[in-house]
């Protein structure tokens, strides 16, 4: 699995604790910074990453900002990408099962380093159940067309 990995500067902190999470479970990823606190705008790095899962070059995409929601919003710009903010790993797991979610966004601000590992863990090892929800996600990108 390859994943693309970004972050703006409230957010790139926790970026780099997440690739010790990515390193234990031994998934190669790229990351498409940043990787100061100098000020930069998510949208770039949203982008950046959301192009890399749609093209297909990357299986997913996991994104950093303050709250996972800028990032979030940008993301879904990119037709065929199922991006939101998660905060614990309960829903790591139904956006898996339900939704085929394929870039995840946290928000550094709220979620400390511990629970951020445990929602990438999930929302790595975590299958898209199919079924009913296949054809549900199906009609999601009908709305992109
Ligand atoms: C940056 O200050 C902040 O707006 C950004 O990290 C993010 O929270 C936006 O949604």
Redesign the pocket.
Known sequence: MRIALGA????FHLKDSLKRTLDEIGVTYQDFGTSSAE?VD?PDFAQAVAAGVASGEFDRGILV???????A?AANKVPGIRAAAITDTDTAKLSREHNDLNVLTL???GTPEARAGDIVTVFLATPFAGGRHALRVSKIHQIEK
């Open positions: 703006d500067h409230a957010g000020s998510y900002c303050g709250t996972g929601i800028g990032m919003i928000g550094a601000r």
